[in-house]
């Protein structure tokens, strides 16, 4: 549901991107590969290393991602944090390990935590109905809720309050994530793009990733067969691999039911600061068209995010993303509508990515947990609530890989092996 942009995000943890890292090497300790460095795999890999049973002495770590860590989703989302969101299984969890995480190490500052207000609204937007009404009719707003257009509201809700809605800065949670989790001297993070799982003979466990290290032209790894023939790939041996890849789940399961629904947004400095609230809307543009664009105002700016679509198939990186300029500038327009202070304030970023989602009707996801496959693992379909689910989810990842089971909430009814088979006959 948004990232810095390049010159204002802070610097991706060092790594030789052109070389397997020292993990890589067999020397007796249990490998886990994780593939992909958003925010589920970061969460994974940092709760793995605070877990009682993982030891720098046992156990090593790899994240392998394929352009940079918190590039999709988990540099684009919205951050909102609410105990109402889905699952159930996993959501009470996971927002109080955010409340602990935020006390532990200031999110306050590192990651702008801190709860906030949620409202819906509805309005009309329409320049006819703007004007025709000669003597507008004010709706009573919440006080603190100045920077929001009273005239043009035809009603509003509470939907919760700050004992149930929180959020974060979710590019600068997840590359803080990624620092502590890296604080443990093994878990090293690899630049490559995996273009697929290595089965064994008999096709029933995965034993290692064939990736594409940074470096190599676009030409070269264009597809799997050129890059394996033209030696443009290495290959990374694990002992467990997690899946974590989010709407590019399917390019390694086809079997797996996640595809992306892409989402736009755009993020602005306004004139002046605005109270901390997060509005779900239903605003009238014309006779018989909608708009509900959601908008979350952060400690320094807002985020402001449209519906999203399935109109263009997912691409090879995030890096290839389309962003479509009449969508942003769509929200631009309304939200300027909306508030003066929006109106007035600087746009720092025009974007969009896409949100893993389960196409499976009796589940919303995320799936969770092993595969059919022996020392396969996945972590996916988390849909717009990533960034909510994620402690929640590395915690329970870290404690399926390093115990055999969940221990801390019951996700059996997200167990991937319930949804989907996996295996070198399904086309991996």
Known sequence: MAPPSASTAPAVPS?????????????????????????????????????????????????????????????????????????SQLVPLSFKLHEELAEQYNGVDEWAYRRLQTVSLEG???????????????????????????????????????ESTAQVHPYK????????????????????????LNYSSKGNAVESVVYAPVGSSAESISTESKALSDGHSSILKGDKIVITVGPWTSR????????????????????????????????????????????????DEVYICGEGDNYVEIPDTTDDVEVLKERCEELVK??????????????????????????????????????????????????????????????IMAEILLEGEAKSADVSSLDPRRYFISGPLSGE
Not at 130 to 153: A, H
Not at 180 to 192: D, F, P, T, W
Request: glycine letters at 10%; proline letters at 8%.
């Open 173 to 196: 949670f997840t590359m803080f994530m990624l620092r502590r989790a890296q604080e443990s001297g093994v878990v090293n993070l690899l630049l490559g793009k995996v273009l697929k």
């Open 124 to 162: 009309n937007l329409s320049k006819t109905a703007r004007v025709s009404k000669k003597q507008p009719i004010d709706i009573d707003l919440p006080e603190d809720l100045d920077w929001v257009r009273s005239d043009i509201m035809d009603g509003w809700s509470s939907l919760s309050g700050k």
């Open 252 to 299: 390694l399961l086809p079997t797996c039911p996640v595809s992306g629904l892409r989402a736009h947004s755009i993020t602005i400095t306004p004139s002046r600061p605005v109270s901390a609230y997060a509005l779900f809307t239903e605003l009238k543009v014309a006779k018989g068209k909608y708009i509900s664009p959601e908008i979350y105002a952060r400690k």
């Open 334 to 395: 309304y939200a300027g509508i909306v508030s003066k202070e929006l109106q007035g304030g600087r746009i720092t970023r025009r974007q969009a990515c896409y949100l893993p989602v389960v196409d499976v009707p009796s589940t919303s996801g995320p799936l969770i947990g092993p595969t059919n496959s022996q020392n396969l693992y996945v972590a996916s379909g988390h849909s717009c609530w990533g960034i909510n689910n994620a402690p929640g989810t590395g915690k």
């Open 15 to 87: 790594t030789n991107p052109r070389m397997p890292p020292p993990a890589s090497a067999d020397d007796g300790r249990t490998h886990i590969i994780i593939v992909g460095a958003g925010i589920i795999g970061v969460c994974t890999a940092y709760y793995l290393t605070r877990h009682p049973l993982f030891s720098p002495k046992t156990h090593k770590i790899t994240i392998i991602e394929s352009t940079r860590p918190a590039s999709g989703a988990s540099g684009k989302a919205g951050g909102l944090l609410a105990l109402w969101a889905f699952p």
